[in-house]
């Protein structure tokens, strides 16, 4: 990728990094919040670290960028082991969840704190704070304090103030969580473009899965210090690896059946049990379906009735009587399904039936 900073900003010989964890362990006292994380982010990548609150998201992004020491295992920044250097020198930085500007500083001078520590000329400096602001489109309020900026306006200055540095790596600490839907949506494109322009390997820390899939080529799905999935927003919707990944993605029914010879036979039809991790030739496995992966009509699909109708927006669970039960086969089920198939009541007639290429067995 061609780096976009203009000449006075150093162009590395390798500008883009890359980074590898290796057997990530850490512990406050008897609390294990790291649990042997592993995973690599290829040169300008934009990944995600997603996962819920305290299952150790944040931890990890501390150890990556040294303000914390993990008790085993190992960081590699560009090939090079950061284990023992200081936060100060290994060239990764953190845009925190409170941004952490100084209000007594104007827009520029928060721009050229880190600068300023480097030891860089001013006049080296000042080309590289005004280039930082017309990237940022704050070019106007550069003598602005803190206090007087919006909050979009604040971000764009703290991701400015990272990126003027130069970084082998750009860490994100919920950087969106503090904003209002629509700002949120702004932020989000406006820091998916600048990434993409000036090619900065990124980690994106994230409770929420829509920013999580709509920002990262690849998402690192961590639950309770573990690192359960890694891989593409679709994989990890479609194919989870556990039934604790898929539980928090998102809503999704379950069939529990008996697997014979490698497949999963239920109402719906059969399945190869390709999500279990080897063969199975017997015991009872669970069909995935993701709501909007069922689709209820009037004229295709099994024929069942409507027994009660619960609405929750974009998913509606419907508990339905099968209209033609097949021996062995539970004569009612509780679906969720996606709300646009509306216009059933209770007591009313549907057929149900799975799309095309859609059921995952956990």
Same mark, same amino acid.
């Given at each position: 990728?061609?780096?976009?900073?203009?000449?006075?900003?150093?162009?590395?010989?390798?500008?883009?990094?890359?980074?590898?964890?290796?057997?990530?362990?850490?512990? %406050?006292?008897?609390?294990?919040?790291?649990?042997?994380?592993? !995973?690599?982010?290829?040169?300008?990548?934009?990944?995600?670290?997603?996962?819920?609150?305290?299952?150790?998201?944040?931890?990890?992004?501390?150890?990556?960028?040294?303000?914390? =020491?993990?008790?085993?295992?190992?960081?590699?920044?560009?090939?090079?082991?950061?284990?023992?250097?200081?936060?100060?020198?290994?060239?990764?930085? $953190?845009?925190?969840?409170?941004?952490?500007? %100084?209000?007594?500083?104007?827009?520029?001078?928060?721009?050229? #704190?880190?600068?300023?520590?480097?030891?860089? +000329?001013?006049?080296?400096?000042?080309?590289?704070?005004?280039?930082?602001?017309?990237?940022?489109?704050?070019?106007?309020?550069?003598?602005?304090?803190?206090?007087?900026?919006?909050?979009? =306006?604040?971000?764009?200055?703290?991701?400015?103030?990272?990126?003027?540095?130069?970084?082998?790596?750009?860490?994100?600490?919920?950087?969106? +969580?503090?904003?209002?839907?629509?700002?949120?949506?702004?932020?989000?494109? #406006?820091?998916?473009?600048? =990434?993409?322009?000036?090619?900065?390997?990124?980690? !994106?820390?994230?409770?929420?899965?829509?920013?999580? %899939?709509?920002?990262?080529?690849?998402?690192?799905?961590?639950?309770?210090?573990?690192?359960? =999935?890694? &891989?593409?927003?679709?994989?990890?919707?479609?194919?989870?690896?556990?039934?604790? *990944?898929?539980?928090?993605?998102?809503?999704?029914?379950?069939?529990?059946?008996?697997?014979?010879?490698?497949?999963?036979?239920?109402?719906? &039809?059969?399945?190869?049990?390709?999500?279990?991790?080897?063969? +199975?030739?017997?015991?009872?496995?669970?069909?995935?379906?993701?709501?909007?992966? !069922?689709?209820?009509?009037?004229?295709?699909?099994?024929?069942?009735? $409507?027994?009660?109708?619960?609405?929750?927006?974009?998913?509606?669970?419907?508990? *339905?009587?099968?209209?033609?039960?097949?021996?062995?086969?539970?004569?009612?089920?509780?679906?969720?399904?996606?709300?646009?198939?509306?216009? %059933?009541?209770?007591?009313?007639?549907?057929?149900?039936?799975?799309?095309?290429?859609?059921?995952?067995?956990?």
């Amino acid at each position: 990728m061609l780096c976009l900073y203009p000449h006075y900003l150093t162009v590395r010989s390798k500008i883009l990094a890359g980074m590898r964890l290796e057997n990530i362990n850490k512990s %406050f006292d008897k609390n294990h919040v790291l649990k042997g994380v592993s !995973l690599e982010v290829g040169s300008g990548e934009f990944i995600s670290i997603l996962g819920p609150s305290g299952c150790g998201k944040t931890t990890l992004l501390r150890v990556i960028a040294g303000l914390e =020491q993990q008790d085993s295992g190992s960081v590699f920044l560009e090939g090079e082991c950061c284990d023992g250097i200081p936060a100060r020198k290994r060239g990764a930085v $953190i845009v925190f969840q409170d941004l952490g500007l %100084f209000p007594h500083m104007t827009v520029r001078q928060n721009i050229d #704190f880190g600068l300023a520590a480097k030891k860089i +000329s001013k006049a080296e400096r000042n080309k590289k704070i005004s280039y930082m602001l017309d990237v940022m489109q704050i070019s106007d309020k550069g003598e602005a304090y803190p206090v007087e900026l919006s909050g979009g =306006q604040k971000q764009r200055v703290a991701l400015a103030r990272a990126c003027v540095l130069e970084p082998r790596l750009l860490l994100l600490d919920e950087p969106f +969580s503090a904003l209002d839907q629509a700002l949120k949506d702004d932020m989000r494109e #406006f820091v998916s473009k600048l =990434q993409k322009n000036l090619g900065i390997t990124t980690v !994106l820390v994230t409770h929420d899965k829509e920013e999580a %899939f709509m920002l990262s080529r690849r998402v690192a799905v961590i639950i309770d210090g573990n690192l359960l =999935q890694y &891989g593409s927003p679709e994989s990890i919707y479609a194919k989870p690896k556990t039934m604790e *990944v898929s539980d928090f993605i998102g809503e999704a029914n379950y069939i529990e059946e008996e697997i014979s010879d490698g497949r999963l036979n239920c109402l719906f &039809g059969a399945f190869d049990a390709l999500g279990l991790a080897g063969p +199975s030739f017997g015991g009872r496995a669970r069909l995935m379906l993701r709501y909007d992966q !069922l689709i209820l009509s009037r004229t295709k699909g099994i024929p069942c009735t $409507i027994l009660e109708k619960k609405y929750k927006g974009s998913v509606t669970t419907y508990t *339905v009587k099968v209209s033609e039960q097949t021996d062995g086969l539970v004569p009612s089920l509780t679906l969720k399904v996606n709300s646009a198939y509306g216009g %059933f009541e209770s007591g009313g007639q549907a057929f149900v039936r799975v799309a095309d290429g859609a059921g995952w067995v956990l």
